[in-house]
């Protein structure tokens, strides 16, 4: 029905044209040889760059008002070579097929096979979205195809084809992300450059760089993540990037009606719904959603709602100017952490009622793209958040006691940043060999104001201070100045070989203005005195990292890369003055240098497997990290400080591969996929002024990180089951193992856990089903120092999830 649609609707296009025009048109598809895919984003030429046009999402180009006469139509694409054909109209409409090959394809070699399958997971073209990927290590995650919980943005299926990702999973809404990867710390995502469609969403992307608010994966199109090479064009951060690019709008409806109904264990609920359409120049994307349930544990009920808008408007053929608007807002209670041995006694046990969480978060973007002509592309980004995250809770160093119903502690935190990028894409040829330049420029504007202090002795969710000017404990505003450019460039030495050098210029000056208390209190918590000191501190810096990329493509099949790219990251003075009763900061904190490198062979445009082996080395200098020590108490507390050099290395393999359609190449509605995403790495701090830390194991990493599953594919039926694997790993600098009464160091033991998921669509509806935890598996992932501990925070037990989907 909708291939009649659309036969419809191009020949009744034809129609007014030709009835208002009386002249001829010509009209083409772009397709790879080696699929038969369609080649979108590609600029075609008409007489040498007389008239230009840009291939849609189906391949598709149109040139109109045209006379009788032969016409020489180029192509222009960044992963195809460019073709050039000879045509005659004598006809009112000519229709043309251009076939394009790879860079490393021969001229005269076709090779068409079916459509690639739909694996739910690829990569990063070498020229994409106004960014340059050639030789860096990059996937691309498509939601869509995946068969997995999405409705609460389980993390362990969704990202389960990256290799490498160590996953946070202490809640089992999908409010929050934590991922890291390489020994980073995955404390909600921080050691990435997090955005969405392009721009910053972390609270202060200098001062906090941490992400409380995680796009609803139901409404996004795909997940790029780039690792730590993406320092040249992203920022500095050694993670590198990782960008949630939502849905875009339908562009051959006016309207487009998605609603999703989920429900699940712990009284669990989703509800989504999303329009989208195009009506003339004007196209739009939309979503709302809800979501709650009460949590595996007791004291976790949960409330979340999302609105998210994006209007673009097409000033002309070359340019378009659109908004996006973001808004999410979530309230939850807290269970607190655990020590090992309440661990062990029981996982789902709770002994906090009154802690609670609050978080509002709005973003407005607005982009603006021009295309000057064939090889020469512009985008302006403006960004701005307004945001706020409220903690509140009892949280005493000793996680075991029993709450005391006393004056609870309270930290606000109040952030308000903006910012506009710049980039510039620019095709040239030097002599016969083709190259790609971009240039780049970004100011941001952040400030961070947070408070600390005690709260209120009730039980429910009351976000005030108590009324006496000795409870405030801090009081700091972190406003923060970045200005940077930066530069890379794509040289095609041949059809195989390509190098892309960068740089990327910084310039950070962080403020931290405001006081800080201390407050000394009797046995019966009466206040016997109080200090309050002031600070001010600056620090400005300037400073020009590189890297270097290089891509060989042997076969049209294979991609062989290596790269190396200098990173940084700043101290932020936020984490320097929140008072922590089980935290010691250390005020000469330094900033974190170091490199990292990636060596690899991967496949490129194959239709039945999919692979990327690469070994990676991380130098990180002056780590920051995690000492435990004992006070003169003798009570086991942590030092948040420069650790030293660390030295993270190892090998991350993906790989997946299409059995059945390998055997059985007939039955083209049948699919079994098997996959194994395998990291196997190695870590040590090589120097360190610290005691007992020089020769230990870098915190956050451990040594086998496995993930594989199958999925099988009917017709309409889909199916998945997934293994996952990680052994032990540390949460401090001196390998603790044993979390004493805080619980807020220690090992973390290694843990398996089992998922499946099934789906089948008929006509406009979907149901969708999943059991993560199969096992019932008793399993934690993180050990958390503060909130939403601090203590041993147990992961969610058996659950079982069903959505149904209706599209109009």
Excluded at 566 to 574: C, L, V
Excluded at 688 to 706: D, H, M, T, Y
Aim: proline share 3%; net charge positive.
């Amino acid at each position: 029905m909708m291939i009649q649609l659309r036969v419809f609707s191009f020949l009744m296009t034809f129609s007014v044209i030709f009835s208002a025009f009386g002249q001829y048109q010509l009209t083409g598809q772009l397709l790879a040889k080696q699929d038969s895919s369609f080649v979108k984003g590609c600029i075609v030429s008409l007489n040498v760059g007389n008239r230009t046009a840009t291939t849609d999402e189906e391949g598709r180009f149109s040139f109109g008002k045209l006379a009788k006469g032969t016409y020489e139509l180029y192509t222009n694409c960044a992963d195809f070579k460019s073709a050039k054909i000879s045509t005659t109209l004598l006809d009112d409409t000519h229709f043309v097929a251009i076939w394009l090959v790879g860079r490393n394809e021969t001229l005269n070699e076709v090779v068409v096979t079916e459509k690639q399958a739909d694996f739910g997971f690829t990569r990063m073209r070498a020229v994409e979205s106004m960014g340059i990927y050639e030789g860096k290590k990059s996937e691309v995650i498509i939601p869509e195809q995946l068969v997995a919980n999405l409705a609460t943005n389980n993390a362990r299926q969704v990202y389960a084809r990256v290799a490498g990702l160590n996953i946070w999973e202490n809640e089992g809404a999908g409010l929050q992300l934590s991922i890291g990867g390489r020994g980073l710390d995955p404390n909600r995502s921080s050691n990435f450059n997090v955005r969405q469609n392009g721009h910053d969403i972390s609270a202060d992307a200098l001062g906090y760089p941490e992400s409380y608010y995680t796009p609803p994966i139901e409404a996004v199109g795909k997940i790029q993540i780039v690792r730590g090479a993406a320092s040249l064009q992203y920022g500095t951060q050694f993670g590198g990037l990782l960008n949630f690019v939502m849905k875009k709008p339908v562009l051959n409806r006016k309207l487009e009606l998605v609603a999703r109904q989920s429900i699940g264990s712990f009284g669990f609920y989703n509800g989504f719904v999303s329009a989208s359409g195009t009506i003339g120049k004007l196209s739009y994307y939309t979503f709302g959603q809800y979501k709650q349930g009460n949590g595996w544990r007791p004291n976790s009920h949960f409330t979340n709602g999302t609105f998210y808008a994006d209007v673009d408007y097409r000033l002309s053929e070359k340019t378009t100017l659109g908004v996006d608007v973001t808004h999410t807002s979530y309230l939850a209670q807290q269970p607190g952490g655990l020590t090992d041995q309440m661990f062990r006694d029981n996982p789902r046990q709770s002994n906090r009622e009154r802690n609670w969480f609050k978080v509002n978060w709005n973003m407005l973007a607005v982009h603006f793209d021009h295309k000057f002509n064939v090889n020469h592309e512009f985008n302006l980004r403006l960004f701005g958040l307004s945001a706020y995250r409220y903690s509140l809770g009892f949280r005493p160093n000793r996680v075991a006691s029993i709450d005391d119903n006393s004056e609870r502690d309270l930290i606000k935190g109040d952030f308000t940043n903006w910012g506009a990028e710049a980039r510039f894409l620019k095709r040239y040829f030097l002599g016969k060999k083709q190259g790609v330049l971009l240039v780049g420029t970004r100011y941001y504007h952040g400030f961070n104001h947070s408070i600390q202090g005690l709260g209120s002795k009730g039980k429910d969710a009351d976000f005030t201070f108590v009324d006496d000017p000795q409870s405030v404990a801090s009081d700091y505003r972190f406003p923060n100045r970045n200005v940077s450019a930066f530069v890379e460039n794509i040289l095609y030495l041949n059809d195989k070989l390509s190098i892309t050098p960068g740089l990327r210029y910084e310039y950070i000056y962080t403020t931290a203005d405001g006081f800080y208390g201390t407050i000394l209190r009797d046995l019966a918590g009466n206040i016997i005195s109080s200090t309050r000191t002031n600070e001010r501190r600056t620090n400005g810096r300037q400073f020009v990292i590189g890297g270097i990329g290089v891509s060989f493509k042997p076969t049209s099949t294979l991609d062989v890369y290596a790269n190396v790219s200098q990173n940084y990251r700043s101290i932020t003075f936020s984490d320097m003055r929140i008072t922590n009763p089980s935290s010691v900061i250390d005020p000469n904190m330094k900033d974190e240098r170091g490199y990292s490198m990636d060596l690899g062979i991967r496949s490129t445009q194959t239709t039945l497997y999919n692979y990327d082996v690469s070994g990676f080395y991380l130098n990180y200098n002056n780590r920051i990290g995690e000492v435990q020590f004992y006070d003169e108490n003798q009570r086991v507390l942590r030092r948040r400080s420069n650790i030293g050099q660390a030295i993270i290395y190892g090998l991350e393999s993906y790989g997946e591969v299409d059995v059945w359609r390998a055997f059985s190449p007939d039955l083209s509605k049948a699919s079994g996929v098997l996959f194994a995403n395998v990291a196997v790495i190695r870590s040590n701090y090589k120097a360190s002024e610290i005691a007992g830390v020089k020769g230990k194991q870098v915190e956050f990493v451990p040594k086998i990180n496995l993930k594989s599953g199958l999925r099988i594919g009917y017709n309409h039926w889909k199916a998945s089951f997934q293994y996952t694997y990680l052994s032990e790993q540390f949460t401090e600098a001196t390998n603790a193992r044993d979390g004493g009464v805080s619980a807020v160091v220690g090992i973390i033991p290694a843990y398996t856990i089992l998922d499946v998921s099934a789906s089948y669509e008929f006509r406009r509806f979907r149901i969708e089903t999943t059991v993560n935890n199969l096992a019932n598996r008793a399993y934690y992932t993180r050990r958390a120092t503060g909130y939403p501990g601090p203590g041993i925070l147990p992961s969610d037990g058996r659950s079982v999830y069903v959505t149904v989907q209706v599209k109009i």
